[in-house]
């Protein structure tokens, strides 16, 4: 809270400076006196105690990461509310879930209710944080215990950590894993912002709104101070440069490696990247030639340059909502108006489902699911046509796509019910099955963004009640966390003794 603060003061936005200044100080005192309160030297906890945290630690884990997506905005809200902008506090409360979530929703998108730039600037930090957050604890917890996509690979059952192995080797504490992790993530996280702060800021864009998209595209948290990169003033050049970092979030590998060794094989053979290569290859493809056969019926004018134009836009849209950022192409509105055609809307939800890659900023179901049905589906095609066949490629391959297909279906199935149940409570406020269809995907998908371009017509966060907004901040939570782990959560065996 001290950056806004002093970015207020520079700015000379006194109150909404002492706000966060005040606040900042308040919450660090209080965490202080609480850390003081519950501190005890290693070598003085019990064996017995010792051993009854560790059995406990995936429970407490997973309940301290649900705690801290739905408390943790409740103190994150309070600058906002205290800074004399007349915004209520559930309002901030909201927006706070949803940058913490990298959701990137916003009650507050017409421009005659833009917020004051500090608060503008809260937002990009929390969803920037959010993102190291999500980064950091789906590698140092979730993977660890075989969730958040990694059972897809593994030959353990889903929740099932790593005690089998504890008799004859040390398995790290959860805050130590945390504290390794994030010290090992955080400098290249944070280096790779300042490189895209850079690269937009000498491309064109002021400094206050490269960095505040630096932080969102990081995140794919689709955060904007001037409602996307159209008002930015990067233009062409600053959509290749966020296309260019947007990779980060198509695969793991991109940045961090399972087993790290010199004979690795190379990024292009790493499944998740070969499905997201594919979708970008095919999807916007398709795209342009529906835009192409729309000029050619409405107007019969397709110039060279506008048809590049029009390309770029369904590349750069596809690879945006591939990646649940949700940042939209100055030359996606071009095309509509070049062919006459309404956006596609499902595809573009569909999109979001698919997601980016397991322990990435990205939401959706996640790539490395989506390769191992489509693996299972290869291999139930070649025993229809030759039913005495034996599948190959080693033992890996087989236990993706025999327990990994698996998994992944039953994931699928938990995130189309959890779609139906959250598009009935909606229905039940009187939203009609368009509106309720593209505000439950917006909000399990982490893509807020989805409710301006999906529809027919764009909708907004600001007209729902405040039922609505919690049911889809709790919605966004289930989104970020992943649906296993809280389905682990309510698993009777996380709770015995």
């Avoid at 051993?51 to 990461?65: I, S, V």
């Avoid at 996509?149 to 929740?159: C, H, K, L, P």
């Avoid at 600053?238 to 991109?254: C, D, N, Q, W, Y």
Wanted: hydrophobic share 55%.
């Amino acid at each position: 809270m001290m950056a806004p603060a002093a970015y207020g003061l520079v700015v000379q936005d006194f109150a909404s400076a002492r706000s966060f200044f005040y606040t900042g100080v308040l919450f660090a005192t209080v965490a202080l006196f609480i850390a003081l309160a519950r501190y005890r030297p290693e070598k003085e906890v019990p064996d017995a105690l010792r051993a009854r945290d560790t059995d406990r630690e995936g429970r407490n884990l997973l309940l301290t990461l649900l705690a801290t997506y739905f408390l943790g905005p409740l103190l994150l809200a309070v600058p906002i509310a205290e800074a004399g902008a007349g915004v209520p506090y559930m309002d901030a409360y909201f927006e706070m879930i949803s940058a913490l979530t990298t959701t990137g929703a916003t009650l507050f998108s017409g421009p005659d209710e833009a917020l004051p730039r500090t608060i503008e600037f809260w937002r990009a930090i929390v969803g920037w944080l959010g993102g190291l957050f999500a980064w950091v604890t789906a590698v140092a917890v979730l993977a660890p215990m075989n969730l958040g996509g990694f059972e897809v690979i593994s030959a353990r059952q889903a929740g099932q950590g790593q005690s089998g192995i504890s008799q004859i080797t040390r398995i790290a504490a959860g805050p130590e894993r945390i504290a390794r992790f994030a010290a090992r993530l955080f400098p290249i996280y944070f280096a790779l912002t300042l490189a895209l702060w850079f690269a937009l800021a000498m491309i064109g864009a002021t400094p206050f709104v490269a960095l505040c998209h630096a932080m969102s595209v990081m995140a794919t948290s689709g955060i904007s101070p001037v409602g996307g990169l159209s008002g930015s003033g990067a233009g062409f050049g600053g959509e290749v440069v966020v296309f260019a970092f947007l990779i980060l979030a198509l695969s793991r590998k991109t940045f961090t490696a399972d087993t790290p060794r010199p004979d690795a094989a190379p990024l292009y053979r790493d499944p998740e990247m070969r499905i997201a290569l594919a979708v970008l290859t095919f999807v916007p493809v398709f795209l342009f030639m529906r835009h192409w056969v729309g000029v050619i019926e409405v107007s019969g004018e397709f110039g060279f340059l506008r048809a590049l134009q029009a390309y770029w836009g369904g590349l750069f849209m596809v690879m945006s909502f591939l990646t649940t950022a949700g940042f939209e192409s100055a030359f996606w509105e071009q095309s509509r108006f070049w062919s006459g055609l309404q956006a596609p809307g499902v595809l573009l939800m569909g999109l979001t489902i698919f997601g980016g890659g397991v322990a990435t900023t990205a939401g959706g179901v996640k790539l490395l699911r989506l390769y191992a049905l489509v693996r299972h589906g290869e291999r139930e095609i070649e025993k229809l046509i030759s039913p005495s066949s034996v599948g190959g490629a080693g033992a890996a391959a087989r236990r993706i796509r025999r327990e990994g297909a698996y998994v992944a279906w039953v994931y699928f199935m938990v995130f189309a019910f959890t779609i139906a149940a959250v598009m009935i409570l909606m229905s039940l406020f009187g939203h009609d099955f368009e509106a309720a269809t593209v505000f439950t995907l917006s909000a399990l998908t982490t893509t807020g963004p989805l409710v301006d371009v999906a529809g027919e017509n764009p909708l907004s966060y600001a007209d729902l009640g405040h039922p609505e907004r919690l049911i889809l901040g709790a919605t966004m939570v289930l989104g970020r966390l992943e649906l296993l782990a809280i389905i682990a959560l309510i698993n009777p065996e996380f709770w015995r003794r």
